[in-house]
């Protein structure tokens, strides 16, 4: 059974299964190869409902990139899977020891000069500064041994999956699956109608279909690959991938063009037009000499135009959809094109077809790639949209310092050496504010319980808790007039008592109890006046005589 058998095997068993909207799926049968396990146990995922459905396009990394249906995860994967020994024999010898790493372009600068290979997945096509691009581009091709994969954005595979989704869902799903089909198919017939060509600089031509075809059952290709034709007019158009084709406005959408060869050619092609116009002509030949000139005006622009060749690599009913483009002023560097996206997202590497053109595509790379002396092949993979691409090249000659570096520059030096001293000099300044905090001595004449002693004293004199209650009930009688909250018995007035005479001394045996015999107390001798509810204070002080 080949690999797309059991890829649609796995399909339809988790469509067939009952509880196909809960619960993810037991594990992928085991395969011969790591990648083909990945690519089941991924279509399983995708088909069982147990996660979110991403559509998100160009993603190579992260979850968005290996779980996404338009992502491109896999065909990353499959362009950096370690190397076999099959592969390693058929490299040299130098490859022995090699390993190849992948890296992350958020920008074109001089450290990406160490990529053998450039993968380019655009989002959206022009960016704003293709002419930029296209500078950067062709001095790094011609380092020599390089690789650029371009792969021309479209509207991903997302239609393929409902199409193939409703055929193999359960009844009771099926209609909710053909009317996501039937939303996307009206969305792709919008995008045929206002599908426009998509010219790469002078390299080449992606020419929009009438319609989008099906190559097989998972992959779908947009456009058509062709040569530059500089007679051909196409109007320059904004394509973005799941939305519609919009017209832009006229930019340089030169990218990874010989741009000096041009200005060569046009450079020969004036001096023609001198020559011809200098050279008098006699009136019996002029018709002569007008042809011979227009066939040598022709003869030369063929003969000094740049010798780009480009070559088709793979072909379906006539469409080109892989092609690679190569000049000779790049060393041995070329440029690999594929027709579309939807030929080499997640969804569609679950199938044999597109599994087999990632691994030609890996061959190329890895056949044109040369082994450093750190035995590393490394891979950029770069995601563009309609914003700017940062360039960040260094430029020639003695470099500039920036950022702090300028502290260093005379004279700036100077003024950071004198800083630097009277820093160090505050610092000396306020050594005492570094040191140890210095510890606060605090002589209390006085404590905290004594002040409880004496407002409980206070407090005992004053009527106790009663008294208290009989306050509150003033208040809300007179200032909120309200009736009293609190019921307060009433005692009988106390006689008042003498206290001029300073207070007797008891025994252990006497009581704290005032006296409460008929005999008054005499008047040198007068207890101080204490509530029976209340108990003494200890260690209260004694009160003195005015």
């Not at 994967?77 to 076999?84: G, I, N």
């Not at 009581?511 to 007068?526: L, Q």
């Amino acid at each position: 059974m080949n690999t797309a058998t059991r890829n649609d095997s796995i399909v339809e068993s988790q469509f067939a299964s009952p509880d196909v909207t809960g619960g993810c799926p037991a594990s992928s049968p085991r395969t011969g190869g790591k990648l083909t396990r990945w690519l089941l146990l991924f279509c399983a995922l995708l088909t069982s409902g147990c996660s979110e459905l991403y559509t998100t396009y160009g993603k190579t990394d992260g979850t968005i990139g290996k779980e996404s249906l338009n992502g491109f995860g896999a065909f990353r994967e499959t362009l950096t899977a370690e190397l076999d020994d099959a592969e390693r024999a058929e490299l040299g010898e130098d490859w022995e020891d090699a390993e190849l790493r992948s890296r992350n372009l958020t920008r074109l600068s001089s450290r990406a000069y160490q990529h053998d290979a450039i993968v380019w997945v655009p989002t959206v096509w022009p960016p704003i500064n293709p002419g930029e691009v296209s500078d950067w581009m062709t001095k790094w091709l011609r380092s020599g041994n390089r690789t650029v994969v371009f792969v021309v954005p479209d509207e991903g595979s997302t239609e393929a999956y409902w199409r193939e989704a409703s055929n193999l869902a359960p009844p009771e799903q099926r209609l909710e699956y053909r009317r996501r089909l039937a939303e996307q198919i009206n969305h792709r017939l919008l995008e045929d109608v206002r599908r426009d060509d998509i010219t790469v600089g002078k390299l080449f031509t992606a020419r929009g279909l009438p319609a989008r075809q099906n190559i097989d059952d998972r992959r779908v290709v947009s456009y058509d690959l062709h040569d530059f034709d500089p007679k051909r007019n196409v109007a320059s158009s904004v394509v973005i991938p799941g939305g519609l084709v919009a017209p832009a406005a006229q930019t340089n959408n030169a990218t990874i063009v010989e741009s000096d060869e041009t200005a060569t050619e046009e450079t020969v092609v004036d001096q023609e037009d001198t020559s011809a116009e200098s050279e008098p002509e006699s009136p019996t030949d002029s018709s002569e000499s007008t042809e011979e000139s227009n066939e040598g005006k022709s003869d030369s622009k063929q003969s000094n135009r740049p010798s780009q060749l480009f070559e088709s690599l793979d072909e379906n009913d006539g469409i080109t959809t892989y092609a690679r483009i190569t000049h000779p002023k790049w060393k041995n560097s070329f440029v690999l094109v594929v027709a579309g996206g939807g030929m080499l997202t997640n969804f569609a590497m679950t199938d044999e077809p597109a599994i087999e053109m990632a691994k030609q595509i890996r061959h190329e790379i890895l056949s044109n790639a040369e082994v450093g002396k750190d035995e590393r092949v490394s891979l950029g993979f770069m995601t563009s949209d309609l914003a700017y691409v940062p360039i960040s090249d260094a430029e020639p000659g003695t470099p500039a310092q920036t950022g702090m570096e300028m502290l260093t520059t005379w004279p700036i030096s100077l003024v950071t050496l004198h800083a630097l001293f009277l820093g160090v000099v505050m610092c000396l300044m306020l050594l005492p504010t570094f040191g140890r905090a210095r510890q606060v001595v605090y002589h209390r004449s006085t404590h905290f319980g004594n002040h409880l002693s004496a407002m409980a004293i206070l407090m005992r004199r004053a009527g106790g808790m009663d008294f208290a209650k009989e306050k509150i009930n003033h208040y809300m009688r007179i200032v909120r007039g309200e009736p009293d909250l609190f019921v307060v018995p009433k005692t009988p007035p106390v006689p008042p008592v003498n206290t001029t005479a300073p207070p007797t001394a008891k025994s252990d045996g006497e009581s704290s109890s005032p006296d409460t015999s008929d005999v008054p107390p005499s008047t040198s001798e007068a207890p101080v006046a204490t509530t029976l509810l209340d108990p003494p204070v200890p260690n209260e002080p004694a009160e003195k005589s005015p």
